[in-house]
């Protein structure tokens, strides 16, 4: 069977409810409560009673078993259950699976769910187990992995910090324009900020590196035939895909190259549609590099060639290329476990360009007409990639 | 391989036997005449279980480098690398006797064994020319 046979997923499924809680600082809340909030707004953003809901995916870094437990929390009684854990992407590769547990009619109702309070106790929280053959050396994980990549593409691109710094810089204009932003009212970033900020692992300094925040997300799914009566407009899953080819970074086979070219292959082949069609893109941005290497593996430009296309401020809101338009994990959120956040953004986009009311942003926050959004989530050290594309119902 | 492995020991844990020993030894399948590494119970995505141990010429090339910043009264700046071995197999490693952040990628590295908490490890130093 060829791999794209499974375009049958194609617009079977859709997000028919969205919610966040407690992004940015939720100090005297559990991860657990935040992420229960998400659930219940996500229901009733989507007008379904959590009695209907008997899919529960989830993943953290508090929890061992994350469904488990959100389940109890909630007192759902699932009928099928995935707290796969890879890392960030975890939640693109729930939507995956839930799509294929909604098509095969396992289930009719699935919530998608994460929540982490780690800015309110202390800091970033991991429950990764330390890597045999690395862990003597004491690599400050993950950002040691990141910057390795980093300097080597530098190495093979003649790549700058500079560079890197311009994705950072984008990144915080979109934030300046998104109220929810973390950074909203932090001001702008110079490339000048981003390089003289102080170095974490070099060559990335504290700007090259994600935000450390609390917050909790949820995502509501159904079959297409059922989000038709939903109180808002579904956004259809039309690609999904995932791979991954290491889990340490110094059995990564390639530095520069993710095996996001894999799965970003596969989901576009299943949507039907191609990079150029995108009219939003949410990436998972860690770290400054991951933008550059997301955007080349995913096929928005040659290998080597991201280094160009940020210049100018190109991927940012006066540019021509709509790259994490929320501020991403750079200067919008990032509670540990990105990935459901990237997913929010990509179809808060469309669903504002349907009409939905999903929050204010400044002039230049919003896309107008986006039909097409590509969510592309990372986890581990450039280890799992997940894309999924969405669409409007007109797309599928 | 049979069943009950007791009173057999696991790659990983032969592998800590030659370090302390002073021995840098990596596997090889001998119908492939390839080598990997880390340490596994068989040739990584092929699967062949002709494995043998073989001692490492330790010598390398840097593939990448990062200087990871730290407090002085923490222990201060230090490196951390990712080596490619002469063999073939890549491996993670800190470089010594040059600054953290002076590691240059393509530089040639020759390793030696060291210690890291009371524990044996592979470090690398830079070959002059």
Not at chain 1, 70 to 88: C, H, M, N, R, T
Request: with cysteine; charged share 20%; net charge negative.
């Amino acid at each position: 069977m060829d791999y794209n046979d499974i375009n049958k997923l194609k617009g079977k499924t859709a997000v028919v409810g969205l919610a966040e809680s407690g992004c940015g600082i939720a100090k005297g809340w559990s991860a657990m409560e935040i992420m229960a909030n998400s659930v219940h707004d996500a229901l009733d953003d989507a007008g379904i009673k959590l009695s209907e809901v008997d899919g529960v995916f989830a993943a953290t870094a508090f929890h061992s078993m994350a469904a488990m437990s959100l389940s109890e929390y909630l007192g759902v009684k699932p009928k099928f259950a995935d707290g796969s854990q890879i890392g960030g992407s975890s939640f693109l590769s729930h939507i995956l699976t839930a799509a294929m547990a909604l098509d095969a009619g396992l289930i009719n109702v699935a919530v998608v769910a994460y929540g982490s309070n780690q800015k309110s106790i202390g800091g970033f929280k991991t429950i990764s187990e330390a890597m045999p053959y690395e862990a003597q050396y004491e690599p400050r994980m993950p950002v040691t992995a990141y910057a390795l990549a980093a300097k080597r593409y530098m190495y093979e691109f003649g790549a700058t910090r500079e560079d890197l710094a311009n994705v950072a810089v984008s990144a915080r204009d979109w934030a300046l324009l998104n109220p929810r932003a973390y950074t909203h009212n932090d001001g702008p970033l110079s490339v000048n900020d981003v390089l003289s900020a102080r170095s974490i692992v070099d060559p990335l300094g504290k700007l090259d590196c994600c935000l450390v925040t609390d917050g909790a997300a949820a995502v509501v799914m159904t079959r297409a035939d059922r989000a038709k009566d939903t109180k808002n407009t579904p956004i259809y899953l039309l690609g999904a895909a995932m791979e991954h080819h290491h889990r340490m970074v110094s059995e990564m086979p390639d530095l520069v190259r993710t095996s996001a070219i894999d799965s970003g292959k596969r989901a576009f082949a299943m949507s039907g549609y191609s990079p150029k069609d995108m009219n939003t893109i949410q990436l998972y941005d860690a770290f400054t590099i991951n933008t550059l290497l997301f955007l080349e593996d995913l096929g928005f430009c040659n290998k080597g060639e991201a280094i160009d296309l940020v210049k100018n401020n190109n991927i940012g809101p006066l540019g021509n290329l709509p790259v994490n338009t929320n501020g991403g994990g750079l200067s919008c959120v990032h509670p540990g476990m990105y990935g459901l956040f990237v997913t929010i953004e990509a179809i808060r986009q469309l669903r504002n360009s349907s009409g939905d009311n999903v929050g204010d942003r400044l002039n230049r926050g919003w896309i107008p007409n986006a039909k097409l959004s590509i969510a592309h989530g990372n986890g581990g050290v450039l280890s799992s990639q997940v894309t999924n594309i969405w669409g409007v119902s007109e797309t599928i | 391989m049979p069943e009950n492995l007791k009173g057999s020991i696991g790659p990983e844990q032969q592998f800590k036997n030659y370090l302390t020993e002073g021995k840098f030894m990596i596997q090889k399948s001998k119908s492939l005449n390839e080598f990997f590494f880390h340490p596994r119970v068989a040739f990584p995505g092929t699967g062949e279980r002709d494995l043998e141990w073989v001692e490492a010429s330790g010598n390398g090339i840097v593939y990448s480098t990062s200087c990871n910043r730290r407090l002085p009264e923490k222990g201060g700046d230090f490196n951390i690398s990712l080596i490619t071995l002469q063999e073939g197999p890549r491996m993670m490693a800190k470089i010594e006797g040059v600054a953290p952040d002076q590691v240059v990628i393509g530089q040639k590295v020759k390793a030696r064994i060291s210690s890291l908490k009371g524990e044996p490890a592979i470090i690398f130093d830079i070959v002059e020319g």
